[in-house]
């Protein structure tokens, strides 16, 4: 099993309403989570971090962490054709000799006008 | 500006070459990542470092090395020994907390030929 999964879509939400994407992970000593946004070619950027349970909204953005169910999700309201990209789910993960970040395979989305 | 500073953009060898990429940062943070991505996929972890002078193995370390001499700089070698070496390599760095996001360059994209 992977350490974090994602559906990898390509997702087509149509313009203006709600996309959702999911993310769940395997490791239960994961302490935070991350959604990064990644246009084709270019470098992965921070949207949202989570580290409680509950729901983390920022402007179109909400985050949801469940971590007895080992589930996060992203949801984007009112989506626009610019929001078209892969999304990528990091949890960092700490252990006795180190920490790392781990990252799922990214979902595609696509919005459609 | 503080930032991550990736050379070069594209990079072209010849198969059986060693390369070099360079990670440089002036954020003063203390851990350093260097991840691959290969087409449509996620990132997988080659090496991460969180303190000078000490590095550890990531998910695809090998074909790979690294060294750490500078806070500042976290460079990569691909050497002959790495089968696929063509894809994209991000360099990432972050303060090494568990609520600290990893902060991205533009990446070096490396193709073997």
């Known amino acids: 099993q992977k350490e974090v999964e994602q559906n990898s879509g390509p997702l087509s939400v149509p313009e203006g309403a709600i996309a959702s994407l999911n993310c769940t992970y395997s490791?239960?000593?994961?302490?935070?989570f991350f959604w990064y946004r990644q246009y084709s070619g270019k470098s992965p950027e921070l949207i949202m971090s989570i580290y409680s349970n509950g729901d983390k909204e920022d402007g179109r953005f909400t985050a949801q962490l469940n971590k007895a169910s080992q589930y996060v999700s992203l949801l984007i309201r009112d989506s626009q054709p610019s929001d078209s990209a892969t999304y990528l789910c990091?949890?960092?993960?700490?252990?006795?000799?180190?920490?790392?970040?781990?990252f799922g395979s990214g979902t595609r989305l696509s919005i459609r006008p | 500006d503080g930032g991550i500073t990736q050379s070069p953009k594209y990079l072209f060898r010849k198969e059986g070459q060693n390369v070099t990429l360079s990670c440089e940062q002036n954020?003063?943070?203390?851990?350093m990542y260097w991840y691959r991505q290969d087409p449509g996929q996620g990132l997988r972890l080659i090496y991460y470092s969180q303190i000078v002078n000490d590095f550890q193995k990531g998910d695809i370390a090998e074909g790979y090395s690294v060294s750490r001499e500078k806070k500042e700089s976290f460079p990569l070698t691909v050497t002959s020994a790495q089968k696929n070496p063509t894809a994209f390599y991000l360099c990432a760095s972050s303060l090494n907390t568990a609520r600290s996001p990893l902060h991205f360059g533009n990446g070096t994209r490396l193709t073997v030929t």
């Open positions: 954020l003063n943070h203390d851990a």
């Open positions: 990091a949890v960092y993960v700490r252990y006795s000799s180190a920490s790392k970040i781990i």
């Open positions: 490791d239960r000593v994961s302490q935070s």
